[in-house]
T-cell receptor, first 114, second 111 residues
Framework: NAGVTQTPKFQVLKTGQSMTLQCAQD?????MSWYRQDPGMGLRLIHY???????DQGEVPNGYNVSRSTTEDFPLRLLSAAPSQTSVYFC?????????????FGDGTRLSIL | DAKTTQPNSMESNEEEPVHLPCNHS???????IHWYRQLPSQGPEYVIH???SNVNNRMASLAIAEDRKSSTLILHRATLRDAAVYYC????????????FGTGTRLQVTL
C-alpha cells in the first residue's frame, strides 16, 4: 500500500540549476497538490490539479511549473533554482469530489539550493 | 478564506488526556473542520474532521461548539508518539477546495 511516493528524498542544487521533483500516487485520486514548508512555518500551497490535464496556481507558484499528464503522476519543476527555494516539499492527493475525503501526504523532499 | 487561531504550544503528561483548542469565529456554513498532525520529519497526517456534530475515530475525538466558532481536538491518552504539530484547518466541500495550513500547535508529551 504505497500511497503517495515522492522522489528524491534529499537533493542539493546549485543556484540556476533546474530539476524535477517526482510525485506518484496509486489511489486513483483526482486531486493532487504540492506544498512547501519552510522552517517553523506551516505548509504553503504551490500548485494543484483537479485531474489529468488540469492544473492551477496556489499561494506561492512563482519559480515552479507543474503538469498532469496522468492521474498517477504530478511532477514539480524548478526552472532555475534560487536559494529562496530551499525548503521541504510535500506532495498530497485525495479524491476530487464533494465527499470531503482526507488528504494523503508523501514523506517530503528536502531540497537545498546553494 | 476563514482563518483559525491555535495556541503555539501545549504540554501534556503521558497517558493523560489532551484538549487542543481551535478558534474559527468566521467559519462559514459550508466549512468542514479538519485536523491534521505532523510528526517530526514527516508529512502531515489526517486525524479527524467534522461539520456540526462531535466525531470520534480511533485516533481522537473532535468536539465542535454549538455555534461552530470553536472546536477542540481530544486525545484521550497522550503517548510520546503523539508529540507533533497539530493543525486545525477549515475546508469547504468541493473538488478544488484547498487545505490552508497555519502554524499549528506544537504538542510536547513528557513522561
Amino acid at each position: 500500500n504505497a500511497g503517495v511516493t515522492q522522489t528524491p528524498k534529499f537533493q542539493v542544487l546549485k543556484t540556476g540549476q533546474s530539476m524535477t521533483l517526482q510525485c506518484a500516487q496509486d489511489m486513483n485520486h483526482e486531486y493532487m497538490s504540492w506544498y512547501r514548508q519552510d522552517p517553523g512555518m506551516g505548509l504553503r500551497l504551490i500548485h494543484y490539479s483537479v485531474g489529468a490535464g488540469i492544473t492551477d496556481q496556489g499561494e506561492v507558484p512563482n519559480g515552479y511549473n507543474v503538469s498532469r499528464s496522468t492521474t498517477e503522476d504530478f511532477p514539480l519543476r524548478l526552472l532555475s533554482a534560487a536559494p529562496s527555494q530551499t525548503s521541504v516539499y510535500f506532495c498530497a492527493s485525495r479524491r476530487g469530489d464533494y465527499s470531503n475525503q482526507p488528504q494523503h501526504f508523501g514523506d517530503g523532499t528536502r531540497l537545498s539550493i546553494l | 478564506d476563514a482563518k483559525t487561531t491555535q495556541p503555539n504550544s501545549m504540554e501534556s503528561n503521558e497517558e493523560e488526556p489532551v484538549h487542543l483548542p481551535c478558534n474559527h469565529s468566521t467559519i462559514s456554513g459550508t466549512d468542514y473542520i479538519h485536523w491534521y498532525r505532523q510528526l517530526p520529519s514527516q508529512g502531515p497526517e489526517y486525524v479527524i474532521h467534522g461539520l456540526t456534530s462531535n466525531v470520534n475515530n480511533r485516533m481522537a475525538s473532535l468536539a465542535i461548539a454549538e455555534d461552530r466558532k470553536s472546536s477542540t481536538l481530544i486525545l484521550h491518552r497522550a503517548t510520546l508518539r503523539d508529540a507533533a504539530v497539530y493543525y486545525c484547518i477549515l475546508r469547504y466541500t468541493g473538488t478544488a477546495s484547498k487545505l490552508t495550513f497555519g502554524t499549528g500547535t506544537r504538542l510536547q508529551v513528557t513522561l
